[in-house]
């Protein structure tokens, strides 16, 4: 038996209209999650759109308490098996989901949709904490219209247009932004709520604490951001100066090199000699990748990082206390020097990074001994190895697999292989030849982003190169892959590579019209933007905006600047919009004010409240004459009311305007 539209309004159902904003709002709040949650739960939430939408055509009916207890139970414990029964902030985050999906099944009332909007709104939420994007923001925007219009839907009594309905429901979200930014700007800054815990879904970006042969080759292939850089003055005069260190890496086991486990060791009293006039400040924002080192150039003697604590380590390396697992923001002072690191290298370090296992690469070590053996001095060597990569090695993305001896079947059979091949191999050349040596990994170069001054720095960008020790001068960097490939130097990775080797980075910046690149250019400006202004938005330039803006941040400074900014938004409030709402008046309202007018002549006032085919009568029964007029008002009036008959409201209006006046 159909139920009645009086039936739906007194028992306060939910109407069919309704029902299907409601599962609109869910689809668009859970989507994004599911590419982070188990993938069962996508199927739990279509069954239950499925069996709510055979109830609501009356094929089935709502589940018992029992069969709703079954269900939870099965639901709980497969998200227990997901996550091994570790508590996370993912499971925590499954379970709003479940809870949201399992909803659907005992909605009936707008007591229950008015609560399933709410978990939507906290499920939105939940999203930030797995992506702070732009793009992800105007999607949780986005989702807010639609949950926002399914809220409105619920109160309407009546039936109109769903394109009305969600350019309603944006209108109250758009009304909001100025006061949400308001408090964004002045509500002191606490943390957000996505910084309390790293996720154990979040991969692990950017290079390990731990180099073999392809490891790099394979992490250029991606095209992910690594970081951005703003330098705050002078640049560096050229691209290929940029060596952006990340990581040393000291222990070698005849295959891979590895971090020791002293690398974050704090320096004691960092040399800020340098002059200032060559001095390098750079604003930096990382992408998270989970680890706890940071970039910066050669060499740095300063860093700030907020309320990340971080420092400088003796091997000029930047630490911080915590890994990085969300965008982190921080300024970097360098000076653009080498070998003065240190005035002498301790005797334990020396012997450390001269270390090599025995029974591994005998090729290498036998020709590194004999160039000692010839009596040529460490710069000798060092020249001597350099010349060596000038034979016949080439450069590329897909070097063959090399065995136990890896640096053996480089230098002698392949001599084909990318930037950690040449570091590696070098590196332990070195070492055999008494000269202290260890490996950096990091970034090399950028792309400069012109859009707003400041440089992409890429996955693709991902280098290994070599420092030495020279009594006389200190760390030395060496870099032989510009003696394999100096267009990789001086020019990127894309000059250096062949055809083949491009097509594994034609996904990047390589291989693209200029109008696709430039667009690309546009959405990365747009990110740096929202990561610099919005994400990073922290107490410290907080207290630096209020300073510039106020004169500081004394409780009366941001009482009176918060008081007048909420009565200047509610003037424009009043002014814009309301004011323009009540002045503009549909071609009825205007017919019915003409109306009242003409009936105050024939000494009859229409209350507020009453309806035209209420009022005509008294006015009929007070002028006989007017009693066909009268009828024939009352009929266009209920044909308008319950007919929604535009050409009767056409009529209507017409017969509003010409009622007979009284005759003087």
Not at 376 to 403: D, E, K, M, V
Not at 423 to 429: D, G, K, T
Not at 516 to 529: G, K, Q
Not at 609 to 635: D, G, H, M, Q
């Amino acid at each position: 038996m159909e139920l009645s539209a009086e039936t739906f309004q007194r028992k306060k159902l939910v109407r069919h209209e309704n029902l299907l904003w409601l599962l609109a709002a869910q689809a668009v709040v859970i989507f994004p999650l599911l590419f982070t949650l188990p993938l069962w739960l996508g199927a739990v939430w279509f069954i239950a759109l499925v069996w709510r939408l055979q109830i609501h055509t009356r094929k089935r009916h709502f589940p018992s308490s029992f069969i709703k207890f079954i269900l939870c139970s099965l639901c709980i414990v497969g998200l227990l098996m997901a996550y091994k029964g570790a508590y996370s902030m993912e499971m925590m985050v499954g379970f709003l989901v479940l809870t949201f999906i399992l909803k659907l099944l005992e909605l009936q009332t707008r007591k229950d949709a008015l609560l399933l909007i709410y978990i939507g709104f906290v499920g939105l939420a939940t999203q930030f904490l797995f992506t702070q994007s732009i793009l992800g923001a105007l999607y949780a925007l986005f989702a807010s219209i639609v949950l926002i219009t399914a809220l409105y839907s619920l109160y309407l009594t009546r039936s109109i247009p769903a394109f009305r309905k969600l350019k309603q429901g944006a209108t109250f979200i758009l009304l909001a932004i100025p006061l949400m930014m308001v408090l964004f700007l002045v509500l002191p800054k606490l943390g957000p709520l996505w910084r309390t815990a790293a996720l154990q879904t979040q991969a692990h970006t950017g290079f390990s604490d731990s180099m073999s042969p392809g490891d790099i080759s394979s992490l250029v292939q991606s095209q992910g951001t690594a970081f951005r850089v703003n330098f705050l003055g002078s640049i560096p005069p050229k691209t290929k100066d940029m060596y952006w260190r990340g990581l040393v890496l000291e222990d070698f086991d005849g295959r891979g090199w590895h971090l020791n486990k002293n690398w974050d060791r704090s320096k004691k009293g960092v040399d800020n000699s340098g002059h200032a006039s060559t001095a390098l400040n750079y604003e930096i924002i990382l992408e998270p990748h989970n680890y706890q080192w940071l970039f910066s150039l050669v060499q740095a003697v300063s860093i700030e990082s907020g309320k990340i604590r971080s420092r400088i380590t003796e091997d000029d390396l930047i630490a911080t206390r915590v890994p990085v697992n969300k965008d982190l923001q921080y300024t970097v002072r360098s000076y653009p020097r080498e070998g003065v690191t240190s005035k002498e290298l301790p005797m334990y370090k020396r012997q450390q990074l001269l270390m090599l296992p025995s029974g591994y690469n005998p090729q290498t070590i036998a020709l590194a001994k004999r160039w000692v053996e010839e009596g040529q001095s460490p710069r000798a060597i060092i020249q001597s190895a350099w010349a060596l990569y000038n034979q016949s090695f080439s450069y590329t993305l897909q070097p063959p697999l090399l065995g136990e001896n890896s640096v053996d079947e480089f230098l002698f059979q392949s001599q084909q292989g990318f930037c950690e091949h040449f570091a590696s191999s070098f590196a332990v050349l070195m070492r055999a030849a008494n000269i202290p040596a260890r490996i950096v990994v990091g970034y090399h170069g950028g792309i400069y982003n012109q859009l707003d001054d400041y440089w992409i720095i890429k996955q693709s960008d991902a280098h290994a190169w070599v420092e030495v020790w020279l009594d006389d001068q200190g760390w030395i960097r060496m870099d032989p892959t510009s003696s394999v490939a100096p267009d990789r130097i001086e020019q990127g990775l894309e000059n250096s590579l062949g055809s083949a080797d491009r097509q594994l980075l034609s996904g990047g910046f390589f291989n693209t019209p200029e109008w696709l690149t430039d667009l690309r250019y546009r959405i990365d400006a747009a990110n740096y933007m929202w990561s610099r202004w919005v994400l990073n938005y922290d107490a410290d330039k907080q207290s630096q905006l209020f300073k510039e803006l106020l004169g500081g941040k004394e409780w009366w400074r941001l009482l009176l600047a918060f008081t007048t900014l909420i009565v200047f938004l509610a003037s424009l409030y009043i002014f814009c919009v309301l004011k323009p709402q009540r002045r503009k008046k549909t071609p009825l309202q205007r017919a019915l004010s003409k109306f009242d007018k003409t009936c105050l002549k024939w000494g009859i006032n229409r209350y507020k409240n009453e309806t035209i085919a209420v009022f005509t009568v008294r006015l009929a029964s007070a002028n006989p004459e007017l009693k066909l007029s009268c009828s024939s008002l009352s009929e266009l009036s209920q044909r308008v009311l319950y007919g929604n008959d535009r050409e009767a409201e056409r009529q209507l209006i017409d017969a509003l305007v010409t009622f007979p006046d009284i005759k003087k």
